[in-house]
């Protein structure tokens, strides 16, 4: 029984030491988690000409007016969920544009979003159109986070309002040019599925 657990064990340290297929299996060794970190290999990411990415929205963030309100526009805190979805195109303009030494691109972000809250706000629906900034960092082959920002034209049945976006957010490649997509940021949460083209 003690020999078993031994050659066990020595099986199960010789995997862990020296890794399964380095070209895209398993890795558990230290030295393929350092070689397969590419945020210091500037370049060395998915090549793509266009990321179009369908999602679904939920916010928490409300504007002023809501169900009758003030008259104002503008941030008016937490509230009941609005619910709905979008769609946004990113096209990248450039590589390492801030910071030359690590693995970063920049693209223009835009896109739509409708949401809506039903009868519990007075039935209320936004339309949402932003435009602004993705700066993209590539950790590994399948892992890649970013930030967006920018502006953000707001419309629902008392006009059209402007605002800001900023939003944190990360994907995670299944396969060579399809990823889950996630973003959490004000105005809300988004989830959805990136298809890169080109």
Same mark, same amino acid.
């Given at each position: 029984m003690r020999s078993s657990l !031994?050659? #066990?064990s020595c099986a199960l340290g010789a995997v862990v030491s020296v890794g399964l297929d380095p070209s895209g299996g398993l890795r558990f060794g230290p030295r393929e988690a350092r070689a397969d970190s590419l945020i210091k290999r500037p370049g060395s990411h998915i090549n793509?000409?266009?990321?179009?990415? %369908?999602?679904?929205?939920? @916010?928490?963030?409300?504007?002023? @007016?809501?169900? +009758?309100?003030? +008259?104002? /526009? +503008?941030?008016?805190?937490?509230?009941? %969920?609005?619910? @709905?979805? +979008?769609? /946004? #195109?990113?096209? %990248?303009?450039?590589?390492?544009?801030?910071? $030359?030494?690590?693995?970063?691109?920049?693209?223009?972000? !835009?896109?739509?979003?409708?949401?809506?809250c039903g009868s519990y706000c007075a039935n209320h629906v936004e339309f949402r159109a932003p435009v602004g900034?993705?700066?993209?960092?590539?950790?590994?082959?399948?892992?890649?986070? !970013? #930030?967006?920002? @920018?502006?953000?034209l707001? *419309?629902? *049945?008392?006009?059209?309002? %402007?605002?800001?976006?900023?939003?944190?957010?990360?994907?995670?490649?299944?396969? $060579?040019?399809? *990823?889950?997509t996630f973003r959490i940021g004000y105005p809300f949460v988004s989830v959805g599925v990136s298809f890169f083209v080109g």
């Open positions: !031994f050659l #066990a793509y000409t266009v990321e179009l990415e %369908p999602h679904l929205d939920i @916010g928490f963030l409300h504007y002023g @007016g809501y169900g +009758g309100g003030n +008259g104002f /526009r +503008g941030y008016n805190g937490f509230g009941d %969920p609005d619910i @709905g979805a +979008g769609f /946004r #195109a990113s096209i %990248p303009v450039g590589g390492t544009l801030f910071v $030359p030494r690590i693995n970063d691109t920049i693209a223009i972000t !835009f896109g739509i979003d409708l949401t809506g900034l993705q700066w993209n960092f590539f950790f590994t082959r399948e892992l890649s986070l !970013f #930030a967006d920002m @920018g502006g953000i707001n *419309a629902d *049945a008392d006009g059209a309002h %402007p605002d800001f976006f900023f939003m944190l957010g990360g994907r995670y490649l299944f396969n $060579p040019r399809t *990823a889950v």
